[in-house]
């Protein structure tokens, strides 16, 4: 009994030994970080104007900003809900006319009645053709009202039956601080907010029809000859758009696309203002949607990390070999969001690493995406059941 007491105590405590020595035969790596997001200058600040309420939104990169946004009369800022409507209604592309209607007694009382309150429109006469094309022009470019008009019955019928479909679809992309009441936005009732405006001009502006009119500085009809775009600095510090406004109870209103490059792509951004005063209401308006535009793109940071940058080191205890970048990476962000969101993805080693294996993966979240494989510098061996047991 003694003797086969003697033999289970030592194999019992065989048995411990091995246990304990079992995750030391099959180590696991471990990876310590480095690196981190290179500093750079203070965050640019974004130009907000100082009365009245704007946003910033830049499609595809994640930037919807906005300052001081209060539901307020947006002006003829409305004729781009009127655009739209359209064009979901009767599609059009660049070249084509679209369906045509003939200048009636009553769209020509419409402009009368426009022209003695100073609403902005274009001189019409009776039997006059007007194609859909020529009026999207027109509303688009000088604001006419009266063509705001013209397409809301070419469309719907009516002016209130063509209202009904534009709260409709302001419904149904989410425009929550936007109802219309008219057209034209003659009418303080047709309200929004600068963050909504924004929204709705990105919309719009995925037409190449819309984009191809209101690049244009003038618009030129048969008997309303040209007419000039109130829209301020289109054509200028890369300005492609799209609509301004102003009444007394909205103030100067400005809707500005801009512009810029983005490595080797071009992109838009939209700055909108809303509510501004003084002098003539545009002025201040196209002034204070430029200086957000601009602010916008010297908020813009790149980074690059070079090939061979070393951001990390793995392997185990006293058997390390530093991990670098395969690759060089560029990565941009608006320093308005803060910087770019690292993440480090790591594989999982139970033997030797190789030099040149790819040990994981770094990615950059800023306005874009980026990833870059990680290799080892170096090949290590995982150590010996000696120097693991010293």
């Not at 009382?109 to 020529?134: F, R």
């Not at 990565?331 to 040990?359: D, K, L, M, N, T």
Request: aromatic share 6%.
């Amino acid at each position: 009994m003694r003797l086969l007491s003697i033999v289970a105590g030592v194999l019992i405590a065989a048995s411990l030994i091995v246990g304990m020595q079992v995750p030391l035969l099959h180590p696991r790596s471990s990876a310590t970080v480095t690196w981190s997001v290179p500093a750079r200058r203070p965050a640019a600040s974004l130009a907000w104007p100082t009365v009245g309420s704007a946003a910033l939104v830049i499609p595809g990169q994640a930037v919807r900003l906005s300052h001081d946004d209060h539901v307020a009369p947006i002006a003829s800022l409305t004729k781009m809900m009127t655009a739209y409507v359209t064009l979901q209604a009767l599609p059009l592309n660049v070249g084509q006319t679209g369906p045509c209607l003939t200048v009636s007694n009553g769209d020509l009382a419409t402009y009368e009645s426009m022209k003695l309150e100073d609403q902005s429109s274009i001189p019409v006469v009776v039997g006059e053709q007007l194609c859909e094309n020529q009026l999207l022009a027109g509303l688009l470019v000088h604001s006419a009202g009266n063509f705001a008009t013209m397409l809301a019955t070419m469309v719907a019928g009516s002016e209130a039956a063509f209202v009904a479909r534009m709260n409709a679809e302001a419904a149904t992309l989410a425009l929550r601080a936007t109802h219309y009441a008219d057209v034209s936005g003659y009418s303080p009732l047709s309200v929004s907010n600068a963050l909504d405006q924004a929204t709705l001009a990105a919309r719009l502006m995925r037409s190449p029809l819309v984009r191809a009119i209101v690049i244009h500085p003038y618009v030129t009809l048969p008997i309303g000859g040209v007419e000039g775009t109130f829209t301020p600095y289109v054509g200028v510090d890369h300005v492609i758009g799209v609509k301004s406004g102003r009444t007394t109870a909205a103030g100067g209103c400005d809707v500005m696309a801009m512009t810029f490059q983005d490595g080797a792509s071009a992109r838009v951004l939209y700055a909108v203002v809303l509510g501004q005063r003084g002098g003539d209401l545009l002025g201040p308006a196209g002034n204070a949607a430029l200086a957000l535009a601009n602010s916008a793109i010297a908020d813009r940071v790149t980074t690059l990390v070079a090939r061979n940058t070393i951001v990390a080191t793995v392997g185990w205890p006293a058997h390390q070999t530093s991990v670098v970048t395969a690759r060089s990476l560029r990565v941009a962000w608006w320093a308005a969001q803060g910087p770019p969101r690292v993440r480090f993805v790591w594989r999982s080693f139970h033997r030797p690493i190789r030099a040149g294996e790819v040990v994981g993966v770094l990615s950059l979240h800023g306005s874009s995406t980026a990833h870059v494989a990680l290799i080892a510098a170096r090949s290590v061996a995982p150590p010996s059941l000696w120097q693991r047991l010293r």
